[in-house]
């Protein structure tokens, strides 16, 4: 069983950086896709980043320029390290991983099968 455990937020002024950390266990991180999600209060959960199985990553484009994701096959981890953050990027951000091996790279929240609790991240404007 895959498990996935969020870290590293917290309450950051605007313009700040943060780096989040998702440690995998139960399966080998390199094997498939992985994804950063935020769910802001009252509002639907959003794709913000992708990591696939070949190092190909994407973004939504609230966090190009300003977010970058990457991972740690050794340390089985993944980070989203964000930058110049805005107060709009408040929100719980969450880890997914995806089961299926394929070459896209999916931003539906639907279609990834393992989630992390969450680490909730407050920027102050």
């Known amino acids: 069983q895959v498990q996935l455990v969020e870290s590293g937020g917290g309450l950051v002024q605007a313009g700040g950086s943060l780096r989040l950390s998702c440690v995998v266990s139960?399966?080998?991180?390199?094997?498939?896709?992985m994804g950063w999600f935020r769910q802001a209060s009252g509002k639907e959960r959003e794709f913000v980043a992708a990591?696939?199985?070949?190092?190909?990553?994407y973004y939504a484009d609230s966090a190009k320029g300003r977010f970058t994701i990457s991972r740690d096959n050794a340390k089985n981890t993944v980070y989203l390290q964000m930058n110049s953050l805005k107060s709009e990027d408040t929100a719980v951000y969450y880890c997914a991983a995806r089961s299926v091996r394929e070459l896209v790279l999916r931003v539906e929240p639907a279609r990834y099968d393992s989630w992390g609790l969450g680490t909730q991240v407050t920027v102050s404007s």
């Open positions: 990591i696939n199985w070949n190092g190909s990553t």
């Open positions: 139960g399966r080998t991180l390199s094997s498939n896709a």
